[in-house]
Each structure stands twice: as C-alpha cells, then as structure tokens.
C-alpha cells in the first residue's frame, strides 16, 4: 500500500513521533493509522526499556501550587539537551499538575495516574523516551501543606525548594524558600538533627581538637563551641539570611512573628552517582584501537 504524506502528518500529529518512525509505522500496518499508533506505542515501551539502566542525573525542577497545598517533582533526563527540550519540559510540567491534583507522591503508584490528555504518567514517559532517545523518569515527588502560608522558588529549574510559614506574610515565604534552595540547611533548627549524625561530628571535632595537645577543659570548650558553629550551618533557623547576612533566619522569622513548620529542597541529580567521561581518554582509545587494526596481518 501506498503511504502518503497526509497519512504521515496525521499520525506524527496524533503520536508526536518522528517523521521516518511514522512512515515505518504505516507500512508494517498498511496504512492502518489505529493499528500503527499501537505499533508506536509498543516500539516506545521496547525503547523505554532497553534505556531503562542509562544513568538519567540531569533533569529539571517543577512545582506546582493551589491555595494551601504545593507539589515538587523532579523529572530526570540524561544530558541538560534534552532537559531543556519543549517536550521533555511539557511532559514534567503535566507530571506536577497530575502529582498536585492527585496528592500522590509514591512514583511507582504515580506512573498509572493520568495525565490531562488522558494518558498515564507511564505511557507519557515511554513516549517521550521514543522521542528524545534518553532515558527519561520521574525520580521524586514531595507534597507540602499548610494552614498558614506556602513560598516556593526555583533555580534555573534545577533547584527548588517550598516552605510552608505560619505567620508572616507572601514576601517572607518567598524569601525562605529563596533561602532554602541556596543554603539547603539539613533541618529547621537543633531538634531535627538526628543522634547519630550529631555525635559522628562530635567524634571527629574531639579528634581534632585533642591533636592540637590542649588540656583536657581547653578541648571539651573547642569542642563545644565547634559543635555550635556546626549546629549553625545546618540549620534553617541558624544560618545567616542571605540577603542580609548579618540576621540570622531564626532572627528574622522572630522579627516577623513566624516560623517555618516545615520545607522541601530537590536539587536535580543529587545522590545520583553520574559516570565521568574522559573525552581526551575515549579519543586515544579510539585511535590506539584503529592502530590495533591497522597493524594486524591481511
């Protein structure tokens, strides 16, 4: 059967698949446009798979908000490229409003969610992943709500942050969170650090301090005043506003009658253990292997 343009276009338009793959497509179904749309789908989830094991540490940042409650998502591709593609952007912005309307924030019970053009979040994702030829997923998604005010911020997409406030008012929300996502502060204050993580860092500033050969009282002082510095640089409440380092958040907050129940922080890829590419490496291994060719007998 003969397949021409207008079939083509109306199943690109339908799919968003490439040009060449529409064609293949049609012929292996001759023309039948339902049962190609199909065949797309199934070479998408074929694709989707094999990809599947591909490090995907780049990414954006999305959330979304109504009244009370926000969502943070963070949707991961392999190369900043594809991060920045309208597609990729539209498929991450779509997973947000799904993740905020749903509430739903475990990613494997997400993926069968729909989407507001009817797909699920799964079937999106494999299309998308036959599209860009990346891996593509969603990695997280965190919900916050309040009962007195949200401040969300984002930076260049890449990192985000959502603080819920009790007290105050939108600038200062919008400010913690702006904060939030440039110090990333472990907890809110002291109480949030866990026993563990406190005495790790107690041990090693003990050893430290007692190589210096002090008395016994110099080094539990050392100790304790590094332990408060510590404290400090961890915590939301302790650390130095960034617009205004000479306050502290916890002054700040004070000033304005507030405090901050509770926020969330993503940064695309952290944690994520990236694969370091030598380029210079891969070019002599590329010319000592055609070396190797060249030298063997004919």
């Known amino acids: 059967m003969s397949i021409s343009a207008s079939m083509v276009k109306e199943l690109r338009e339908r799919t968003g698949a490439g040009m060449m793959e529409c064609k293949k497509a049609l012929v292996e179904t001759d023309g039948n446009l339902d049962e190609a749309a199909e065949f797309l789908r199934k070479s998408g989830q074929a694709k989707a798979g094999k990809k599947a094991t591909r490090v995907a540490a780049d990414g954006r940042i999305v959330i979304a908000s109504?009244?009370?409650?926000?969502?943070?998502?963070?949707?991961?591709?392999?190369?900043?490229?594809?991060?920045?593609?309208?597609n990729f952007?539209?498929?991450?912005?779509?997973?947000?409003?799904?993740?905020?309307?749903?509430?739903?924030?475990?990613?494997?019970?997400?993926?069968?969610?729909?989407?507001?053009d009817g797909r699920s979040v799964e079937t999106?994702?494999?299309?998308?992943?036959?599209?860009?030829?990346?891996?593509?997923?969603?990695?997280?998604?965190?919900?916050?709500k309040t009962t007195g005010l949200l401040g969300a911020y984002t930076h260049g997409a890449r990192i985000g942050a959502v603080v819920a406030l009790d007290g105050g008012d939108e600038a200062?929300?919008?400010?913690?969170?702006?904060?939030?996502?440039?110090?990333?502060?472990?907890?809110?204050d002291e109480s949030g650090?866990?026993?563990?993580?406190?005495?790790?860092?107690?041990?090693?500033?003990?050893?430290?301090?007692?190589?210096?050969?002090?008395?016994?009282?110099?080094?539990?002082?050392?100790?304790?005043?590094?332990?408060?510095?510590?404290?400090?640089?961890?915590?939301?409440?302790?650390?130095?506003?960034?617009?205004?380092?000479?306050?502290?958040?916890?002054?700040?907050?004070?000033?304005?009658g507030a405090s901050v129940t509770s926020f969330v922080r993503f940064e695309v890829g952290e944690g994520i253990e990236k694969k370091q590419e030598n380029f210079a490496d891969e070019v002599m291994k590329q010319i000592n292997d055609a070396k190797k060719g060249d030298d063997r007998p004919e």
Do not use: W
């Not at 109504?66 to 309208?86: I, P, R, W």
């Not at 905020?100 to 989407?115: K, Q």
């Not at 891996?135 to 916050?144: E, G, K, L, Y």
């Open 66 to 86: 109504d009244g009370d409650k926000a969502v943070m998502v963070e949707v991961n591709s392999e190369t900043d490229f594809v991060a920045k593609d309208e």
């Open 89 to 116: 952007v539209a498929f991450a912005n779509a997973a947000a409003d799904t993740a905020l309307a749903s509430g739903i924030t475990d990613v494997a019970a997400f993926a069968n969610e729909a989407l507001a």
């Open 124 to 144: 999106a994702r494999t299309e998308l992943v036959a599209k860009v030829g990346e891996n593509i997923s969603v990695r997280r998604i965190a919900a916050v």
């Open 172 to 188: 200062l929300a919008r400010d913690i969170a702006m904060h939030v996502a440039a110090s990333s502060p472990m907890c809110i």
């Open 193 to 256: 650090v866990a026993a563990e993580e406190l005495e790790r860092e107690r041990r090693i500033l003990t050893e430290q301090a007692e190589a210096s050969g002090k008395p016994a009282d110099i080094v539990e002082k050392m100790v304790h005043g590094r332990i408060n510095k510590y404290l400090k640089e961890i915590t939301l409440l302790g650390q130095p506003f960034v617009k205004d380092p000479d306050i502290s958040i916890g002054k700040l907050l004070e000033s304005a």
